[in-house]
Each structure stands twice: as structure tokens, then as C-alpha cells.
């Protein structure tokens, strides 16, 4: 697949999209194409969305017309 264009080495870096692949045979001689995601959070960029923590609220302005609640289920 790699000589037809299809697929490409990307290396170790960090880029935006990438799943390793495995190739694995069946017994009548065809390939399955499987996506191994295991690591797939150490390959992909993602957005930062901080939490404010519970001191941060506690410490907003009291006239504020609303306040937001902090809901931890375990």
C-alpha cells in the first residue's frame, strides 16, 4: 500500500491525524486493515479547556446574577 501512495511513514512526531495500523491476515489468504488507537492521545493536538477550580468560583463577585455549580459524580 505504501508503494501504491496510499499509505505514508509519518515518524514519532506529533501531527494532526494519525492511528497505527495493523495489518492482520485471515486464513483464506486476504488482509484485515485494523486501527490500533492506543495511542492515539500521545499523537493528536487537542484543544486546552481549563476548569476553574473550586476556589476560582468561590471567589467570584457575589452580585453576580448567576454563578455556575460544580457537579463531580464518581
Given amino acids: 500500500m505504501?508503494?501504491?501512495g496510499v499509505i505514508s511513514k509519518v515518524g514519532?512526531?506529533?501531527?494532526?491525524?494519525?492511528?497505527p495500523l495493523v495489518v492482520v491476515p485471515k486464513p483464506n489468504g486476504?488482509?484485515?486493515l485494523c486501527v490500533d488507537k492506543k495511542k492515539l492521545n500521545d499523537q493528536v493536538y487537542g484543544p486546552i479547556h481549563p476548569m476553574r477550580t473550586p476556589r476560582d468560583v468561590l471567589s467570584l463577585p457575589t452580585k453576580c446574577s448567576f454563578r455556575y455549580i460544580l457537579l463531580a459524580i464518581n
Avoid: L, P, S
Avoid at 514519532?12 to 492511528?19: F, G, M, N
Fill in 30 to 32: 486476504e488482509v484485515i
Fill in 2 to 4: 505504501e508503494k501504491m
Fill in 12 to 19: 514519532e512526531e506529533a501531527i494532526e491525524w494519525c492511528h
